[in-house]
């Protein structure tokens, strides 16, 4: 066996500097595009979530508006099912027709109560999802772009 040269060894060296400095450019080109995509993405769910908040916010403040509106309507047609009522109430001339009226009134306003709680309901559930909505589609991008 002959001892390998200076100049062999030399030359293996160098090739293995060059080949190991070649490796090292690659694994920072792709760490740097690994780094600019993972920024972009992080820029991207930031809009996204302060985009989604917004629309959030605004639909929230037009649905409430509606339930308050719906509310307040509410609050006036009770007001003058009370007055129509005690005008009724003190306009009955006998005993029989007072009950009779009581009767009907109370039947009257537990049907509207019922009525009323369940537009209202419907409404609540409504005002939720439209104000969410915004928020769940933002969680679903993001749960997407996650996955991938």
């Known amino acids: ?3 390998p040269s200076v100049k062999s060894v030399a030359n293996a ?3 293995a500097v060059a080949k190991t400095a ?4 690659h694994m920072a080109e792709a760490g740097t595009a690994k780094a ?3 920024v972009e993405t992080a820029k991207i769910l930031v809009e996204g979530n302060a985009d989604a908040l917004a629309k959030s916010g605004k639909a929230s403040t037009a649905a409430l508006q509606q339930l308050t509106t719906a509310y307040q309507e509410l609050a006036a047609k009770n007001v003058k099912t009370m007055t129509s009522a005690l005008q009724a109430l003190a306009a009955v001339k006998t005993p029989t027709e007072f009950m009779e009226l009581q009767q009907r009134l109370i039947k ?5 109560a019922i009525h009323d709680s369940q537009h209202i309901a419907q409404l609540t559930s409504a005002v939720f999802t439209t104000a969410f909505e915004p928020v769940k589609r933002q969680l679903e991008a993001v749960q997407k772009r996650v996955t991938r």
């Open 1 to 3: 066996m002959t001892e």
């Open 108 to 112: 009257d306003s537990m049907e509207a």
């Open 22 to 25: 070649k490796l090292g450019e």
């Open 13 to 15: 060296n160098s090739d």
């Open 36 to 38: 600019a995509k993972s």
